[in-house]
Antibody, heavy 118, light 110 residues
Framework: EVQVVESGGGLVQPGGSLRLSCAAS????????MSWVRQAPGKGLEWVSS????????YYADSVKGRCTISRDNSKNTLYLQMNSLRVEDTAVYYC???????????WGQGTLVTVSS | QSALTQPASVSGSPGQSITISCTGT?????????VSWYQQHPGKAPKLMIY???DRPSGVSNRFSGSKSGNTASLTISGLQAEDEADYYC??????????FGGGTKLTVL
């Protein structure tokens, strides 16, 4: 059974940093691109970042470019999102999601809540 | 990276059909057959319902169908059921190799 489980969320002050992790199982992690998608309270989904299966290609939304870094460790079946210079508007549930064979997200985690507040 | 445009809400009675539109540009929806649709119930993770404009993952009811014309994609749900009440989001690949979501549509089953 495919599973992706996020961790690392929590309360952080504006300007602070946080590292999210996503543990994957049930599929060959190194064969699939992965992505982070977030959802602010009461708002819609926002794509944040994606990484190719090898980690050689990374892509970011303009809203996080320069402040976030996506990475993966295929030996540990784990995806990461390093978030720096956090802003109040970064408050959201962050979902880890697996790409299918094409440009769609076929499995999603349950999300981890990041709250940026003083 | 502007969000795709979806109606904020749609509604229908059980057994009826509804269609949700998703409008983008030639740099996303119109330029690629990489539109996907997601269903999200309150407090739950999104679930893939349609991918590559009109393909259905295994396990998704054939009451759900997708299509595209120009810069606008559509999700149609036929034979509405109470459990279809949820938020629906479209998404597309873009010319910048990024992804973009629509603002979401709340479906109410009357």
């Amino acid at each position: 059974e495919v599973q992706v489980v996020e961790s690392g969320g929590g309360l952080v002050q504006p300007g602070g940093s946080l590292r999210l992790s996503c543990a994957a199982s049930g599929f060959t992690f190194s064969s699939y691109a992965m992505s982070w998608v977030r959802q602010a309270p009461g708002k819609g989904l926002e794509w944040v970042s994606s990484v190719t299966n090898t980690g050689g290609g990374t892509y970011y939304a303009d809203s996080v470019k320069g402040r976030c870094t996506i990475s993966r460790d295929n030996s540990k079946n784990t995806l990461y999102l390093q978030m720096n210079s956090l802003r109040v508007e970064d408050t959201a549930v962050y979902y880890c999601a697996k790409f299918g064979s094409g440009s769609y997200l076929d499995y999603w985690g349950q999300g981890t809540l990041v709250t940026v507040s003083s | 990276q502007s969000a795709l445009t979806q109606p904020a809400s749609v509604s229908g009675s059980p057994g009826q059909s509804i269609t949700i539109s998703c409008t983008g540009t030639s740099s996303d929806v119109g330029g690629y057959n990489y539109v996907s649709w997601y269903q999200q119930h309150p407090g739950k993770a999104p679930k893939l319902m349609i991918y590559d404009v009109s393909d259905r993952p295994s396990g998704v009811s054939n009451r759900f169908s997708g299509s595209k014309s120009g810069n606008t994609a559509s999700l149609t749900i036929s034979g509405l059921q109470a459990e279809d009440e949820a938020d629906y989001y479209c998404s597309s690949y873009t010319s910048s190799s990024t992804r973009v979501f629509g603002g979401g549509t709340k479906l109410t089953v009357l």
